[in-house]
Each structure stands twice: as structure tokens, then as C-alpha cells.
């Protein structure tokens, strides 16, 4: 199945500029969202992960299913003031100011081995962030994962080099 036809492509979203890639047209339909899901469970299956951690809003859309198929726990990470106990964060440079990732401070035991997953992977900025975050509060990052990843300008996964990392669709950018 080639997952990347579900992908609809919405220029001009959020702003001027942006080419944003929607995802609710791939998980919309049982088939392609099921085989998104699977490979990433074959993928990190028997891989010892304790905790799945996903990043607001869309990241949760594939984040607790596979948390659950993986028998692992799920992980809020949430944008600033939005969960309720006390948190850790981290916060990470945007092309024009800062943005700001927050986590409970108790979510991640020590040592704990932990799948941390995104919708996209555009700059890498928020994914690394996050995976900071997880490394603060003692997780071990075994691996990280995207439906989607901007190659190209972006360089995106240069940023997140040392870590094992897998995407299900590579669409190319031009600045
Ligand atoms: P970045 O930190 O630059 O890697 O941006 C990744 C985050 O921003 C992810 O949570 C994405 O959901 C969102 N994002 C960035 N660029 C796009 C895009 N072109 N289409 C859809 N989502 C995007």
C-alpha cells in the first residue's frame, strides 16, 4: 500500500508559506491507518519499551495504539499549562522565537526504555526537544517515529542523529 496517496497536501495552512501535510485523510481510513500502525508495531515490537511518549494532538492518534500493542504505557507530552500535575520542560528554538514542551515530572521511570513518536518530522526541533525532555526524566530512548518525514532543506534528522529512528512516508521539501 502506498501510504503517502492518503496524504492530503494543504498550501497556505497554518500560514502563508506552509505546505501542510494532513494526516486525518490517512487516519480516516481503516486500511491505511491500520498498516501505519502495524509497521510500526512490527517495528519496535519485542524491543523491551516500557513507555510510549507522543507529542500534541496528532501524535496521539497513532501514540496509544501503540503504547497498547507494544503492552507498553502511553505518555502525555503536552504544549505549556496544559497538564494538570507538576511538570518538566524543555524548550527549543523556533525560526522566530522559542516554543515550549512540558511532560509530568513523574511520567518516566529511570532506565525506563521508551518509544518516543510524532506525526512529522519537519525541522526536528520538537522531536528533539521531547526526546530531552524523556533523557531528563532518566528514559532511555530506543527509538523514535514519524508517519511522515520533510527531507531535504530541512534536515530534520540530523538533528536527531544518535538516535535509531524510523519514518513511514519521505515526502521532499524545497526551501
Ligand atoms: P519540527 O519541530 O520543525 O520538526 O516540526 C514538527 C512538528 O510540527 C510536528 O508536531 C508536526 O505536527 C508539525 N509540523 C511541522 N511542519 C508541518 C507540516 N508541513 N505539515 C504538518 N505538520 C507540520
Not at 503504547?67 to 497538564?83: C, D, S
Not at 500535575?85 to 526504555?113: F, N, Q, V
Request: charged share 25%.
Amino acid at each position: 500500500m502506498n501510504l503517502e496517496e492518503y496524504i492530503r497536501t494543504v498550501d497556505g495552512f497554518p500560514k502563508p508559506g506552509i505546505s501542510f501535510k494532513d494526516i486525518t485523510t490517512l487516519c480516516k481510513i481503516h486500511a491505511p491507518f491500520k498498516e501505519s500502525c502495524d509497521i510500526l508495531v512490527n517495528h519496535f515490537k519485542n524491543k523491551g519499551i516500557k513507555k510510549v511518549a507522543a507529542i500534541e494532538a496528532r501524535g496521539y492518534v497513532w501514540g496509544g495504539v501503540l503504547a497498547y500493542q507494544l503492552e507498553a504505557g502511553f505518555v502525555l507530552i503536552r504544549k505549556p499549562g496544559k497538564l494538570p500535575a507538576e511538570t518538566i520542560s524543555e524548550t527549543y528554538e523556533l525560526e522566530y522565537g522559542t516554543d515550549t514542551i512540558e511532560m509530568h515530572y513523574d511520567a518516566i521511570e529511570k532506565g525506563e526504555k521508551v518509544l518516543l513518536f510524532d506525526d512529522l518530522l519537519a525541522t526536528g526541533g520538537t522531536a528533539k526537544a521531547a526526546a530531552n525532555l524523556i533523557e531528563k526524566a532518566g528514559g532511555i530512548i530506543e527509538g523514535i517515529a514519524f508517519v511522515i518525514e520533510l527531507t531535504g532543506s530541512l534536515h530534520g534528522r540530523d538533528k536527531l542523529k544518535g538516535y535509531k529512528m524510523i519514518s513511514l512516508i519521505e515526502i521532499p521539501v524545497e526551501e
